[in-house]
């Protein structure tokens, strides 16, 4: 199974970016989807994660400016992102929960100028 990121970049404070993940490979179905994130110097958080059904939850410091969903015929997961701030800078992370294994993307690189 890969994940494979797309969309990352440079953006100005309060921009906007879309980040999409695909999953390939032998997949049965997918549970769990999520995005994470990892700034230098620190672990790596949950920004988002959205259930095979379509549940999701956010980070506190993400709500009301993030969104994310899924596309299960297409085993992508998206991610809208919003008023966008320097705090956001991190590579973003995509994780795929299938059965009991969870597989991690290559990250792409989000950059927030003020």
Do not use: H
Not at 58 to 80: C, E, M, P, W
Not at 88 to 110: H, K, L
């Amino acid at each position: 199974v890969q994940l494979v990121e797309s969309g990352g970049g440079l953006v100005q404070a309060g921009g906007s970016l879309r980040l999409s993940c695909a999953a390939s490979g032998s997949i049965d179905s997918i549970n769990v989807m999520g995005w994470y994130r990892q700034a230098p110097g620190k672990q790596r958080e949950l920004v988002a994660m959205i259930s095979s059904g379509g549940n999701t939850n956010y980070a506190d410091s993400v709500k009301g400016r993030f969104t994310i969903s899924r596309d299960n015929a297409k085993n992508t997961v998206y991610l809208q992102m919003n008023s966008l701030k320097p705090e956001d800078t991190a590579v973003y992370y995509c994780n795929a929960q299938i059965t009991f294994t969870f597989y991690w993307g290559q990250g792409t690189q989000v950059t927030v100028s003020s």
